[in-house]
């Protein structure tokens, strides 16, 4: 039996939207291009799970560009809004971005581009003083991600956006862990790009969408066809299309029950806080996702954690699935100042709707004895330590 809770790297396919779009993998296989009704009907389909991903949030259908995942959305996303304002070159994010923005705005660095990165504080929340400081009448875009995909953070996305508008910047939101989590409604926001992936929200890996404000001057990422009104070329993946469509209206109906995680999520914070010592949550105290916590555990490993919860049959991440296995430290962890000894020891546990109670009781009952082990080996074990004070990674006890 697997224990998973790790739903922040990828989620099951519920069987519902399993259900929904195997049909489109055996009998509807026409090409929703096509001038006959074979394919015409797979073209319905598609205008259908387009209005349910609108709906999720509060969008119109027109305003939906299907693609391949969140890399994608956030590179058709920036460089829409670069291409919209060739004449401005400045661009706003943050330090704590996922690679998919962050290694996006590195890359126009060396086109010439100047980016600035907003810090963030000890809890992981933007300043916006410093927001307000940063955009200027030449920054052609402000991208920010909704949340946190390493400690559930939740940037204060609409006030963030007025201040874009403000200075005439385009605005787009990364919100691949905040759709289908907390409710998104876009009719009238600030924002005007937004990205989602279907497997965040129970739907196939491989499938996402673009959020495309009405009136904004999109200028397609790729190129080819006349696929989803000329604003991303290729032949449809109609079956996780379907998927995707389907998903959203199941989460919408879900938000509804969403403090049931945010519950078991406590519990399991408060449980853990209360039975082990040296441990604190990174990004307490200030708005976080109902399904996320990340907690560090003083002096120890975090890969070391993992291996003994995978022991229990227990997943869980030490980051981003997309950097995990990396020996540098999390850049989120790192831009929030976090101290050495909770920087490389911090877990996340990121529940779904399919989470159980006793899964969370089952990770309560076998942490106070990993972590026990871990300190019983560790070179480390205090601040006090002679390793860490060498290195100047801790004060000097006076």
């Known amino acids: ?38 394919g015409g009907q797979v073209g319905a389909a598609i205008q259908d799970a387009r209005a349910q991903v609108a709906e999720l949030l509060g969008a119109e259908s027109t305003e939906i560009v299907f693609n391949s995942c969140g890399s994608e959305g956030n590179n058709t996303a920036i460089h829409a809004a670069l291409a919209a304002q060739p004449e401005k070159r400045h661009i706003v994010t943050t330090a704590v971005e996922h690679p998919a923005v962050l290694n996006v705005c590195k890359h126009l660095e060396k086109k010439g581009y100047t980016v600035t990165y ?51 910047a385009t605005f787009h939101v990364d919100a691949v862990q905040a759709v289908g989590k907390i ?5 009238n926001s600030t924002i005007d790009l937004l990205t989602l992936s279907g497997h965040k929200l129970h739907a196939p890996k491989g499938i996402g969408a673009l959020y495309t404000r009405r009136g904004f001057r999109f200028r397609p990422f790729l190129l080819g066809g006349h696929q989803e009104r000329g604003r ?9 299309i379907v998927a995707l469509g389907k998903a959203a209206e199941i989460a919408q109906q879900h938000l509804q029950t969403v403090d049931r995680e945010a519950q078991l999520r406590d519990l399991l914070e408060q449980q853990l806080l209360a039975t082990i010592p040296n441990c604190e949550v ?21 890969e070391a954690i993992l291996f003994m919860l995978d022991k229990h049959g227990i997943c869980a991440s030490s980051g981003s699935a997309c950097t995990s296995g990396s020996l540098d430290p999390s850049h989120v962890l790192t831009a929030m100042g976090l101290p050495y ?36 080996m560790s070179p480390f074990n205090s601040d006090e330590s002679g390793w860490l004070q060498s290195r100047d990674l801790v004060q000097t006890p006076s």
Do not use: W
């Open 118 to 168: 907003l810090s963030v504080d000890g809890r992981g929340q933007l300043d916006l003083m410093e927001v307000e400081a940063a955009v200027t009448g030449g920054t052609a875009l402000v991208t920010t991600m909704y949340a946190n995909n390493e400690t559930g953070v939740v940037f204060p996305v609409e006030q963030i956006g007025a201040i874009a508008k403000e200075c005439g």
């Open 232 to 240: 991303r070329a290729g032949t449809p993946n109609v079956a996780s």
């Open 183 to 187: 409710p998104i409604d876009l009719k």
């Open 282 to 302: 990174n990004g307490g105290g200030t708005t976080r996702l109902p399904n996320t916590t990340n907690i560090g555990f003083k002096y120890i490993e975090g």
């Open 341 to 376: 000894t909770i920087l490389h020891g911090s877990i996340r546990f990121s529940l779904s709707r399919f989470t159980t109670e006793a899964e969370i009781q089952q990770v309560i009952s076998v942490m106070p004895t990993i972590v026990e082990k871990l300190r019983a």
């Open 1 to 38: 039996m697997v224990t998973y809770l790790d739903n922040n790297a990828t989620t099951q396919i519920d069987p519902a939207v399993l259900q929904t779009m195997l049909p489109y993998l055996s009998d509807f296989y026409g090409n929703p291009s096509s001038m006959h009704s074979f």
